[in-house]
T-cell receptor, first 113, second 118 residues
Framework: AQSVTQLGSHVSVSEGALVLLRCNYS??????LFWYVQYPNQGLQLLLK??????LVKGINGFEAEFKKSETSFHLTKPSAHMSDAAEYFC???????????FGTGTQLKVEL | GAVVSQHPSWVICKSGTSVKIECRSL??????MFWYRQFPKQSLMLMAT???????TYEQGVEKDKFLINHASLTLSTLTVTSAHPEDSSFYIC????WGSGGLNEQFFGPGTRLTVL
Protein backbone atom coordinates (compact mmCIF):
# COMPACT_ATOMS: atom_id res chain seq x y z
CA ALA A 1 0.00 0.00 0.00
CA GLN A 2 1.07 3.55 -0.55
CA SER A 3 0.63 6.62 1.59
CA VAL A 4 1.42 10.31 1.51
CA THR A 5 2.34 12.65 4.34
CA GLN A 6 2.20 16.39 3.95
CA LEU A 7 3.97 18.21 6.73
CA GLY A 8 2.25 21.41 7.74
CA SER A 9 -1.47 21.79 7.19
CA HIS A 10 -1.00 25.55 6.92
CA VAL A 11 1.89 27.45 5.39
CA SER A 12 2.10 31.23 5.27
CA VAL A 13 4.59 33.17 3.14
CA SER A 14 5.06 36.75 2.09
CA GLU A 15 4.47 37.74 -1.49
CA GLY A 16 7.72 37.30 -3.38
CA ALA A 17 9.12 34.79 -0.91
CA LEU A 18 10.04 31.17 -1.57
CA VAL A 19 7.25 28.63 -1.35
CA LEU A 20 8.13 25.20 0.02
CA LEU A 21 5.41 22.59 0.55
CA ARG A 22 6.59 19.26 1.88
CA CYS A 23 5.47 15.82 0.77
CA ASN A 24 6.83 12.44 1.78
CA TYR A 25 5.54 9.19 0.40
CA SER A 26 5.58 5.53 1.16
CA UNK A 27 5.29 3.02 -1.61
CA UNK A 28 6.30 -0.59 -2.08
CA UNK A 29 6.84 -0.05 -5.79
CA UNK A 30 8.27 2.86 -7.80
CA UNK A 31 5.69 5.57 -7.37
CA UNK A 32 4.14 8.06 -9.67
CA LEU A 33 3.79 11.36 -7.79
CA PHE A 34 1.53 14.32 -8.33
CA TRP A 35 0.84 17.78 -6.98
CA TYR A 36 -2.63 19.25 -7.35
CA VAL A 37 -4.00 22.67 -6.48
CA GLN A 38 -7.55 23.33 -5.34
CA TYR A 39 -9.17 26.74 -5.16
CA PRO A 40 -12.24 27.21 -2.92
CA ASN A 41 -15.27 25.25 -4.05
CA GLN A 42 -13.49 23.95 -7.12
CA GLY A 43 -12.07 20.67 -8.31
CA LEU A 44 -8.41 19.80 -8.53
CA GLN A 45 -5.97 21.09 -11.12
CA LEU A 46 -2.79 19.21 -11.88
CA LEU A 47 0.33 21.27 -11.19
CA LEU A 48 2.93 18.68 -12.10
CA LYS A 49 3.72 14.99 -12.04
CA UNK A 50 6.67 12.65 -11.80
CA UNK A 51 6.55 9.29 -13.52
CA UNK A 52 10.03 8.30 -14.66
CA UNK A 53 13.15 10.00 -15.95
CA UNK A 54 14.28 13.44 -14.83
CA UNK A 55 13.79 13.85 -11.11
CA LEU A 56 13.27 17.62 -11.25
CA VAL A 57 9.85 18.26 -12.65
CA LYS A 58 8.56 21.63 -13.77
CA GLY A 59 4.89 22.42 -13.74
CA ILE A 60 2.48 25.21 -14.38
CA ASN A 61 2.51 28.63 -12.71
CA GLY A 62 6.23 28.47 -11.96
CA PHE A 63 6.05 25.49 -9.61
CA GLU A 64 8.52 22.65 -9.61
CA ALA A 65 9.18 19.55 -7.53
CA GLU A 66 12.09 17.19 -7.12
CA PHE A 67 11.73 13.45 -6.64
CA LYS A 68 14.28 12.24 -4.10
CA LYS A 69 14.12 8.51 -3.76
CA SER A 70 16.65 8.36 -0.92
CA GLU A 71 14.50 10.73 1.12
CA THR A 72 11.16 9.41 -0.20
CA SER A 73 10.21 13.02 -0.80
CA PHE A 74 8.56 15.10 -3.49
CA HIS A 75 8.56 18.65 -2.15
CA LEU A 76 6.89 21.44 -4.12
CA THR A 77 8.66 24.76 -4.56
CA LYS A 78 8.19 28.11 -6.22
CA PRO A 79 10.89 30.79 -6.10
CA SER A 80 8.55 33.74 -5.67
CA ALA A 81 5.05 33.54 -4.24
CA HIS A 82 2.18 35.46 -5.78
CA MET A 83 -1.12 36.34 -4.17
CA SER A 84 -2.89 34.13 -6.69
CA ASP A 85 -1.00 31.10 -5.34
CA ALA A 86 -3.14 31.11 -2.20
CA ALA A 87 -4.99 27.79 -2.33
CA GLU A 88 -5.02 24.23 -1.01
CA TYR A 89 -2.29 21.95 -2.32
CA PHE A 90 -2.47 18.18 -2.38
CA CYS A 91 0.31 15.70 -2.95
CA UNK A 92 -0.78 12.33 -4.33
CA UNK A 93 0.78 9.00 -5.21
CA UNK A 94 -0.22 6.11 -7.39
CA UNK A 95 1.38 2.76 -7.95
CA UNK A 96 3.23 2.75 -11.24
CA UNK A 97 0.70 3.36 -13.99
CA UNK A 98 -2.20 2.36 -11.81
CA UNK A 99 -5.23 4.57 -11.52
CA UNK A 100 -5.91 4.82 -7.81
CA UNK A 101 -4.62 8.04 -6.34
CA UNK A 102 -3.85 8.29 -2.66
CA PHE A 103 -3.93 11.88 -1.46
CA GLY A 104 -2.16 13.60 1.36
CA THR A 105 -4.14 15.65 3.84
CA GLY A 106 -3.39 18.88 2.03
CA THR A 107 -1.56 22.11 2.81
CA GLN A 108 -3.33 25.44 2.85
CA LEU A 109 -1.01 28.10 1.44
CA LYS A 110 -1.56 31.68 2.52
CA VAL A 111 0.26 34.51 0.78
CA GLU A 112 0.53 37.78 2.63
CA LEU A 113 1.47 41.24 1.41
CA GLY B 1 -8.81 19.55 -23.88
CA ALA B 2 -9.58 16.96 -21.18
CA VAL B 3 -12.46 18.84 -19.57
CA VAL B 4 -14.70 17.20 -17.01
CA SER B 5 -17.97 18.77 -15.92
CA GLN B 6 -20.28 18.08 -13.02
CA HIS B 7 -23.94 18.91 -12.60
CA PRO B 8 -25.28 20.35 -10.45
CA SER B 9 -22.53 22.45 -8.90
CA TRP B 10 -24.52 22.65 -5.70
CA VAL B 11 -27.70 21.12 -4.38
CA ILE B 12 -29.77 21.41 -1.22
CA CYS B 13 -32.24 18.68 -0.41
CA LYS B 14 -34.43 17.46 2.41
CA SER B 15 -33.48 14.48 4.50
CA GLY B 16 -34.81 11.25 3.02
CA THR B 17 -34.74 12.33 -0.60
CA SER B 18 -32.37 11.09 -3.30
CA VAL B 19 -29.97 13.24 -5.24
CA LYS B 20 -28.31 12.48 -8.56
CA ILE B 21 -24.98 14.03 -9.56
CA GLU B 22 -23.71 13.81 -13.12
CA CYS B 23 -20.10 13.66 -14.25
CA ARG B 24 -19.29 14.15 -17.92
CA SER B 25 -16.08 14.06 -19.92
CA LEU B 26 -16.72 16.74 -22.51
CA UNK B 27 -13.99 16.23 -25.09
CA UNK B 28 -12.69 12.74 -24.57
CA UNK B 29 -13.88 9.24 -23.90
CA UNK B 30 -13.16 8.21 -20.37
CA UNK B 31 -12.04 4.64 -19.79
CA UNK B 32 -12.62 4.99 -16.07
CA MET B 33 -14.30 7.47 -13.78
CA PHE B 34 -13.74 7.95 -10.08
CA TRP B 35 -15.91 9.44 -7.35
CA TYR B 36 -14.40 11.19 -4.37
CA ARG B 37 -15.81 12.73 -1.25
CA GLN B 38 -14.22 15.67 0.51
CA PHE B 39 -15.19 16.91 3.95
CA PRO B 40 -14.45 20.53 4.89
CA LYS B 41 -10.75 21.20 5.34
CA GLN B 42 -9.92 17.57 4.59
CA SER B 43 -8.46 15.53 1.79
CA LEU B 44 -10.22 13.62 -0.94
CA MET B 45 -11.36 10.13 -0.13
CA LEU B 46 -11.95 7.73 -2.99
CA MET B 47 -15.45 6.30 -2.84
CA ALA B 48 -15.60 4.15 -5.95
CA THR B 49 -14.17 3.41 -9.35
CA UNK B 50 -16.44 2.89 -12.32
CA UNK B 51 -15.82 1.53 -15.78
CA UNK B 52 -18.27 1.98 -18.60
CA UNK B 53 -20.72 -0.88 -18.82
CA UNK B 54 -19.68 -2.65 -15.64
CA UNK B 55 -20.45 -2.45 -11.95
CA UNK B 56 -18.60 0.07 -9.88
CA THR B 57 -15.92 -1.03 -7.44
CA TYR B 58 -16.47 0.54 -4.05
CA GLU B 59 -13.80 1.30 -1.47
CA GLN B 60 -13.99 -0.34 1.91
CA GLY B 61 -16.54 1.31 4.15
CA VAL B 62 -18.57 2.89 1.35
CA GLU B 63 -22.17 1.66 1.20
CA LYS B 64 -22.93 0.67 -2.38
CA ASP B 65 -26.67 0.72 -1.76
CA LYS B 66 -26.39 4.23 -0.40
CA PHE B 67 -24.21 5.61 -3.16
CA LEU B 68 -25.41 4.23 -6.47
CA ILE B 69 -23.06 4.66 -9.39
CA ASN B 70 -24.04 4.21 -13.01
CA HIS B 71 -21.60 4.48 -15.87
CA ALA B 72 -23.79 4.19 -18.91
CA SER B 73 -21.42 5.58 -21.52
CA LEU B 74 -17.80 6.54 -22.06
CA THR B 75 -18.66 10.16 -21.32
CA LEU B 76 -21.16 9.97 -18.47
CA SER B 77 -21.18 8.61 -14.95
CA THR B 78 -23.80 9.37 -12.31
CA LEU B 79 -23.70 9.17 -8.52
CA THR B 80 -27.03 8.91 -6.74
CA VAL B 81 -27.12 9.52 -3.01
CA THR B 82 -30.18 7.59 -1.87
CA SER B 83 -32.23 8.54 1.16
CA ALA B 84 -29.85 11.35 1.95
CA HIS B 85 -29.20 12.39 5.53
CA PRO B 86 -27.36 15.40 6.97
CA GLU B 87 -24.20 13.33 7.45
CA ASP B 88 -24.09 12.85 3.67
CA SER B 89 -23.54 16.57 3.26
CA SER B 90 -20.18 16.95 1.58
CA PHE B 91 -18.29 18.03 -1.51
CA TYR B 92 -18.38 15.31 -4.15
CA ILE B 93 -15.75 15.34 -6.88
CA CYS B 94 -15.48 13.09 -9.91
CA UNK B 95 -12.52 12.46 -12.14
CA UNK B 96 -12.07 10.74 -15.46
CA UNK B 97 -9.13 9.06 -17.10
CA UNK B 98 -8.03 8.33 -20.63
CA TRP B 99 -4.96 6.65 -21.95
CA GLY B 100 -2.00 8.99 -21.78
CA SER B 101 1.63 8.84 -22.82
CA GLY B 102 3.55 5.89 -21.47
CA GLY B 103 0.32 4.21 -20.41
CA LEU B 104 -0.25 6.54 -17.47
CA ASN B 105 -3.96 7.10 -17.01
CA GLU B 106 -3.91 10.71 -15.87
CA GLN B 107 -7.00 11.77 -13.95
CA PHE B 108 -8.89 14.92 -14.90
CA PHE B 109 -11.08 16.34 -12.19
CA GLY B 110 -14.50 17.89 -12.32
CA PRO B 111 -15.30 21.11 -10.45
CA GLY B 112 -17.20 19.30 -7.70
CA THR B 113 -20.75 19.28 -6.36
CA ARG B 114 -21.63 20.69 -2.97
CA LEU B 115 -24.42 18.65 -1.38
CA THR B 116 -26.25 19.98 1.65
CA VAL B 117 -28.88 17.80 3.26
CA LEU B 118 -31.27 19.57 5.62
Amino acid sequence: AQSVTQLGSHVSVSEGALVLLRCNYSSSVPPYLFWYVQYPNQGLQLLLKYTTGATLVKGINGFEAEFKKSETSFHLTKPSAHMSDAAEYFCAVTRGGGNKLTFGTGTQLKVEL
Amino acid sequence: GAVVSQHPSWVICKSGTSVKIECRSLDFQATTMFWYRQFPKQSLMLMATSNEGSKATYEQGVEKDKFLINHASLTLSTLTVTSAHPEDSSFYICSATMWGSGGLNEQFFGPGTRLTVL
